[in-house]
């Protein structure tokens, strides 16, 4: 297949698909705290990935986002902390947490994993189902998927209600590739632009989003499988950094 020829797939149906693919595995994860009378909400956001793992349900996000709800508690016993539609204390349901690397596991009851999941359809809609066995390190050049909620898409309808927009990416190349965390190396020029959001100016908010590596068999099958989250992204470089999923099995010792 030429450069041009997968331009054009990507631009047709098969590329839409690949793009909103990521994002039935991932909800907004927001904080802040509840306002007195009058007052605005204010609300910082990243994003969990859902993963399920035989009967137990979990909720991937960041140490960093963790870290402030913590600030926003210290500051206020109004603070509160979501997954979705899902309120939870995350420190009385944490199965782990590192600042290295940059993650941080909740884990879910089977009444919160249905709540989060409710009347969902496509975005949010299911836990990705992952592996007993340790996760392959995605090699440099293998392509990824991923997607999330950046806080330029968020917007406040009403006091006391919130719209995250989604924002995602099909199919992109691991650059480099370690033990510890993968880069992708944006290069804009060679992108294939859909979908009906508008492109944010800063993807911040996606941190703990799912990332999808992406499989495809001799056949031409495309599968994927959990491939890690996404903890930084450089605007100045256009670099997205990623844990890979090894080091978070690592961390919870699966």
Not at 37 to 64: K, M, Q, W, Y
Not at 121 to 149: C, H, K, Q, T, Y
Request: glycine fraction near 10%; hydrophobic fraction near 40%.
């Amino acid at each position: 297949m030429t450069p041009d020829e997968a331009r054009a797939l990507l631009a047709g149906p098969f590329g839409l698909e690949l793009m909103r693919f990521p994002l039935r595995f991932t909800k907004p994860a927001f904080f802040g705290i509840w306002p007195r009378r009058g007052d605005p909400l204010v609300v910082n956001n990243g994003s969990a990935s859902l993963i399920r793992r035989g009967e137990e349900h979990f909720a991937i996000t960041c140490h960093h986002v963790l870290d402030g709800f913590r600030q926003k508690r210290a500051e206020s016993k109004r603070a509160f902390f979501q997954v979705a539609n899902c309120r939870l204390d995350p420190f009385a349901q944490l199965a782990e947490e590192r600042d290295r690397p940059d993650v941080a596991v909740i884990r879910l009851s089977a009444a919160q994993a249905a709540e989060i999941t409710r009347d969902s359809n496509g975005i949010g809609e299911a836990f990705l189902e992952i592996e007993d066995a340790r996760s392959e390190l995605v090699p440099e050049g293998m392509g990824i998927a991923f997607g999330g909620f950046p806080g330029d898409l968020r917007l406040q309808p009403s006091v006391a209600e919130l719209n995250f927009g989604s924002y995602s990416c099909g199919a992109t190349p691991v650059t480099t590739s370690r033990d510890d965390y993968l880069v992708c190396q944006f290069e804009r020029a060679e992108w294939v632009r859909q979908g009906y959001e508008p492109e944010p100016a800063t993807i911040g908010g996606i941190s703990g989003c799912p990332v999808l590596r992406i499989h495809e068999s001799e056949a031409g099958i495309i599968s994927h499988s959990f491939g890690g989250i996404v903890y930084e992204y450089s605007p100045e470089f256009d670099l997205l950094y990623i844990v890979p999923a090894a080091a978070i099995y690592d961390l919870m010792g699966w």
